[in-house]
């Protein structure tokens, strides 16, 4: 490392502040046959560069911070504090988008859509009734669930092509399993088991693709899947994470103690869990501007 990059830190600021993200090329997806049905040949547009948004920002930041401390402790960098400190963030740190937090009824819908690939119908369960990441789902293997115990344990995460370990230490828990996740995780296995008894899964993966041997790929199964799925039942842009936030959302609705809160969510801060379930629906806080509104006309 230089010691002229650490002189021009207004560059590497407005480098942060310019941060775009990579997008995706417009792409054609072959014709291919599933489960004896033949699924033409479609085009599916791609996704255009935008603005980073400011937590990824401060991703990069952190990252750089690092990389100057240790090049100041090998004596590559003759200086006494770290330049980066004097890199600001431009704008508010907000969401990106307003999650969708799904009533029952969107939720029934949903699973209930005919239309739906069922590998995809499973992902959504298991993300409304526990909460997992999609990474999480997609790291599922069915050495993990214990049917007897009733519980299974998110030892992995998938991205890509690439496996990791869980986001957080917190995130390598065992996971309570409900008779109704139960009920439709057996029915997946017994989808995933030939005629013989044999498990016919893909490398022992809850959701593995034929063609690559590993889990599909995040974006395509939410490009593909879960957006015209939201679309077809009123939801716009539909994501992975908004089942997180509403299973974070439920929980705040049923008065859940925010300490099982956290152990559910498997957050390591108990301040993460509270940026989780976005804001409040009008008719979830009706009750309570009621007892305030009450309150007021004692007084009067």
Not at 14 to 25: A, K, Q, R
Not at 148 to 170: C, I, L, P, Y
Not at 223 to 229: E, F, G, Q, T, V
Not at 245 to 252: E, I, L, N, P, V
Request: with cysteine.
């Amino acid at each position: 490392m230089r010691d002229d990059m650490a002189k021009d830190i207004m560059r590497i600021e407005n480098w942060v502040n310019d941060l775009m993200t990579l997008g995706t090329p417009d792409r054609v997806v072959p014709a291919r046959m599933a489960k004896g049905k033949l699924i033409p040949e479609r085009s599916v547009k791609g996704i255009p560069p935008r603005p980073a948004s400011k937590k990824t920002k401060i991703h990069f930041k952190a990252f750089l911070h690092r990389l100057f401390e240790y090049a100041i402790k090998w004596g590559n960098l003759k200086l006494q504090r770290n330049p980066i400190t004097l890199v600001e963030i431009k704008g508010r740190r907000k969401r990106v988008r307003v999650p969708n937090l799904l009533t029952g009824e969107q939720y029934r819908a949903l699973i209930a859509d005919p239309e739906l690939s069922e590998h995809v119908r499973t992902m959504i369960v298991i993300a409304m009734l526990t909460g997992l990441r999609i990474s999480e789902i997609l790291g599922l293997r069915w050495e993990v669930f214990d049917f007897e115990r009733m519980v299974f344990r998110v030892m992995r995460s998938h991205v890509g092509s690439e496996e990791n370990d869980t986001k957080t230490e917190a995130s390598d828990e065992e996971v309570p399993i409900h008779e109704d996740l139960a009920t439709v995780l057996l029915a997946w296995q017994a989808e995933c088991t030939g005629d013989d008894g044999v498990d016919i899964s893909v490398n022992g993966w809850l959701f593995g693709s034929i063609l690559t041997g590993r889990p599909f790929w995040r974006d395509s199964l939410h490009r593909d899947h879960l957006i015209p799925a939201g679309k077809r039942i009123g939801i716009p842009n539909l994501g992975w994470h908004d089942f997180r936030h509403t299973y974070r959302a439920m929980m705040g609705e049923l008065k859940i103690t925010l300490e099982e809160q956290r152990t559910l969510m498997r957050h390591e801060d108990i301040r993460t869990t509270l940026g989780y379930g976005g804001k409040s629906k009008v008719e979830t806080v009706r009750s309570a501007n009621a007892k305030v509104v009450e309150m007021l006309r004692k007084r009067a």
